[in-house]
């Protein structure tokens, strides 16, 4: 990049003296044919693009236009130069601003594939479905599955949800039991 600069520098430098040689006249025919051909590409493009050596080349042609002319000559303004330059110290010293604290975002494609595996296996907890998703080369924890699930109303299997009841109704049975054994030894 920095040759290319330099080479552009030095390519209008040579171009200087061959335009103080010219005579007025076809100086002046060719800046209205020039700013002519600018007001042409101004109305058919709606952005200009400049590369670094037409940046260079431009700053150093602002010192030789009054301040007053630059937005009949120039398609940047100093209000857009500005604009530019405090958008780059902003960039420079933003550390921590482009990425968001906490974890990251589970992808979108592995969230489908934890809701199809829900749809299509209905029998399936939330952590067998991590260990399918372990071996297919996805790592996430059994809690974020089941987030996922719970999110989109998919929370237990209704076989788990039965089985679950069960096991709860066998625990009180074998509770109640024990309290009264308990109380007729007491």
Same mark, same amino acid.
């Given at each position: 990049?920095?040759?290319?600069?330099?080479?552009?520098?030095?390519?209008?430098?040579?171009?200087?003296?061959?335009?103080?040689?010219?005579?007025?006249?076809?100086?002046?025919?060719?800046?209205?044919? %020039?700013?002519?051909?600018?007001?042409?590409?101004?109305?058919?493009?709606?952005?200009?693009? @400049?590369?670094?050596?037409?940046?260079?080349?431009?700053?150093?042609?602002?010192?030789?236009?009054?301040?007053?002319?630059?937005?009949?000559?120039?398609?940047?303004?100093?209000?857009?130069? %500005?604009?530019?330059?405090?958008?780059?110290?902003?960039?420079?010293?933003?550390?921590?601003?482009?990425?968001?604290?906490?974890?990251?975002?589970?992808?979108?494609?592995?969230?489908?594939?934890?809701?199809?595996?829900?749809?299509?296996?209905?029998?399936?907890?939330?952590?067998?479905?991590?260990?399918?998703?372990?071996?297919?080369? @996805?790592?996430?924890?059994?809690?974020?599955?089941?987030?996922?699930?719970?999110?989109?109303?998919?929370?237990?299997?209704?076989?788990?949800?039965?089985?679950?009841?069960?096991?709860?109704?066998?625990?009180?049975?074998? %509770?109640?039991? %024990?309290?009264?054994? @308990?109380?007729?030894?007491?």
């Amino acid at each position: 990049m920095s040759l290319s600069v330099v080479a552009a520098l030095v390519r209008n430098l040579i171009a200087v003296p061959a335009a103080v040689l010219r005579s007025r006249v076809a100086k002046d025919a060719e800046v209205l044919a %020039l700013q002519h051909e600018n007001a042409v590409l101004r109305r058919r493009i709606a952005r200009v693009r @400049y590369q670094p050596a037409d940046r260079i080349w431009l700053a150093a042609l602002s010192r030789l236009i009054p301040r007053g002319r630059w937005r009949q000559v120039f398609a940047v303004t100093p209000t857009t130069l %500005l604009r530019r330059h405090r958008q780059l110290i902003v960039q420079q010293w933003a550390f921590g601003q482009t990425c968001r604290p906490g974890r990251p975002t589970t992808a979108p494609i592995v969230k489908q594939l934890i809701l199809r595996l829900a749809r299509e296996n209905s029998t399936w907890g939330h952590r067998r479905i991590q260990g399918e998703l372990a071996h297919l080369g @996805y790592p996430i924890a059994p809690s974020t599955v089941w987030e996922i699930r719970h999110a989109a109303g998919i929370d237990l299997a209704p076989t788990a949800v039965a089985d679950l009841q069960a096991h709860r109704s066998r625990r009180r049975s074998t %509770l109640g039991g %024990l309290i009264k054994e @308990y109380q007729r030894a007491a």
